[in-house]
């Protein structure tokens, strides 16, 4: 599986971006799908991720209730629509697909290439 994430930018606080990540390859329908991200000297952090058939989320703590992730899988895509964006946001957002879902990036198989979020207070 190739993932392909784009949808990054420049943004005022309480602003908007959608990212999303496509796929290519083999059974886009099988993986979860999540979305990191990490900051500069900070490590790896989870954002949220989708069970195989949609129908399951998670997020992460910090951005619970601002943030959606959903996916299509006719398109071989899933989104991160993120609200309410705050300076602390600010990180390079990475996709990636698993063949279980969870929190933890080193279960995760196959990654993007990262999408820059910038936000500006």
């Known amino acids: 599986v190739q993932l392909e994430a784009s949808g990054g930018g420049l943004v005022q606080a309480g602003g908007s971006l959608r990212l999303s990540c496509a796929a290519s390859g083999r059974a886009f329908g099988t993986y979860a799908m999540g979305w990191f991200r990490q900051a500069p000297g900070k490590e790896r952090e989870f954002v949220s991720v989708?069970?195989?058939?949609?129908?399951?989320?998670f997020y992460g703590d910090s951005v619970k209730g601002r943030f959606t992730i959903s996916r299509d899988n006719a398109r071989s895509t899933v989104y991160l629509q993120m609200n309410s964006l705050k300076p602390e946001d600010t990180a390079t957002y990475y996709c990636a697909a698993a063949s279980q879902y969870g929190r933890d990036w080193r279960t995760y198989d196959y990654w993007g290439q990262g999408t820059q979020v910038t936000v500006s207070s």
């Open positions: 989708i069970t195989w058939s949609g129908r399951t989320t």
